[in-house]
């Protein structure tokens, strides 16, 4: 549902770091809306984004291991905090990584106002962290899994639950493996394994679907051939994202079933599950030159992902009423000043905040007045 009230734009005002990757210890106070961290390549900038991301379910924007966000230095945890200023409302939010008594197993820690939560997804009722990273600009040539992450990142952002439920789905995709390649596999054991398959899958497949829809509406809402952040074209390649929009929903969990079932012995031959949501691509098309993005040039597949995070990021806001926290990792590098400029626009009508880093300095000037320009030196911000 999209809201009709302004979203609320939760700003992160203080940021303490224990022991995370480069730091041992940080903390820094932020007043703008728009905060911009340069220094050399290899000072820190990116692993304060990462720190952040990592209060959005998951492993955050580099896909860690949670322990190697630990200091090496260090004891082997680490502690992230905010101070979180969301609707005159002042909340900490913290997460960390705790090594505990010699025999007991390391586990992450979350709390809300020092009060212990189960999980990240928590935040999500606070904030809704969305990033952009240099390793993703190679997204449309690269590979469908590559896709399929993207697309589950972007669901997940306006479906809280939607990461939980892919997981469950991995988690039972490999029990029906291990049965299938028992020599006398069960079928009692594999009907019930595929029966969770089948509603997890088609929840999978909707919750995608639904969050392409919007924002395919969404964009051709705002439809603009003009800018400098070209519009995508989206769809899904795959059965099931395709059935759950023309049949019920318990109707393509029967026919699922039944095609789990019909292809036991292929699946066993392959050691994998070959149909399904974990086989589906996100298919995206350059809007104003109706071309497949693969096929786009280096700078245009670039413009027009950043095109596509932005649009997503009004999305986030039109439908959970929270302005995203945007984390856009040397985002400005490769575009030139009137690019540059036309992000900058773009970002400040969002809502939210916006962390970007960057090499060199002086792609941020415009902002000065406007924004938190921070130097990274090693361990150090200031």
Not at 7 to 32: K, M, N, Q
Not at 69 to 78: D, L, M, P, T
Not at 117 to 135: G, I, K, M, N
Not at 138 to 157: I, N, V, W, Y
Request: hydrophobic share 45%; net charge neutral.
């Amino acid at each position: 549902m999209i809201s009709a009230d302004p979203p609320l734009a939760p700003r992160v005002r203080r940021l303490r770091l224990a022991d995370f990757r480069s730091y041992a210890a940080l903390d820094i106070a932020i007043l703008s809306p728009l905060v911009a961290l340069t220094g050399e390549n290899g000072a820190g900038k990116t692993n304060i984004l990462e720190a952040l991301s990592l209060f959005s379910p998951g492993r955050g924007l580099r896909g860690a291991e949670i322990a190697e966000c630990a200091r090496r230095q260090g004891a082997g945890g680490f502690a992230v905090s905010i101070d979180l200023d969301s609707d005159d409302r002042l909340m900490q939010l913290g997460h960390g990584f705790e090594i505990g008594a010699p025999g007991e197993t390391p586990a992450r820690r979350f709390r809300i106002d020092r009060v212990p939560v189960s999980s990240a997804r928590a935040f999500a009722d606070h904030l809704r962290p969305l990033w952009l990273t240099p390793a993703m600009d190679g997204l449309f040539a690269g590979s469908a899994g590559d896709r399929r992450r993207f697309l589950d990142r972007l669901t997940m952002s306006v479906d809280a639950e939607h990461g939980a439920r892919a997981a469950r789905l991995e988690r039972a995709l490999r029990n029906r493996n291990r049965l299938l390649a028992e020599e006398q596999a069960d079928s009692r054991w594999l009907t019930a394994a595929e029966r969770e398959i089948a509603a997890l899958a088609v929840a999978v497949a909707a919750a995608r679907r639904d969050t392409v829809e919007r924002l395919r509406a969404l964009i051709a809402a705002e439809r603009d051939d003009a800018s400098p952040f070209p519009f995508a074209e989206l769809s899904i390649d795959g059965e099931l994202e395709r059935l759950v929009g023309e049949e019920p929903a318990l109707r393509v969990e029967d026919h699922y079933r039944s095609v789990l079932a019909a292809m036991r012995r292929r699946d066993a031959a392959a050691g994998r599950t070959l149909s399904g949501p974990q086989a589906s691509d996100l298919l995206v098309r350059h809007g104003p030159k109706d071309e497949a993005a693969r096929a786009c040039s280096t700078g245009e597949q670039k413009a027009l992902l950043t095109g596509l995070v932005l649009a997503h990021a009004r999305l986030v806001a039109a439908t959970t009423g929270t302005a995203p926290l945007l984390l856009l990792d040397e985002i400005a590098a490769h575009f030139d000043a009137l690019r540059r400029e036309a992000l900058f626009e773009a970002l400040a009508r969002i809502g939210g905040q916006v962390w970007m880093t960057g090499a060199d300095p002086r792609v941020f000037d415009s902002l000065t007045g406007r924004a938190d320009l921070l130097r990274v030196t090693p361990g150090r911000v200031g």
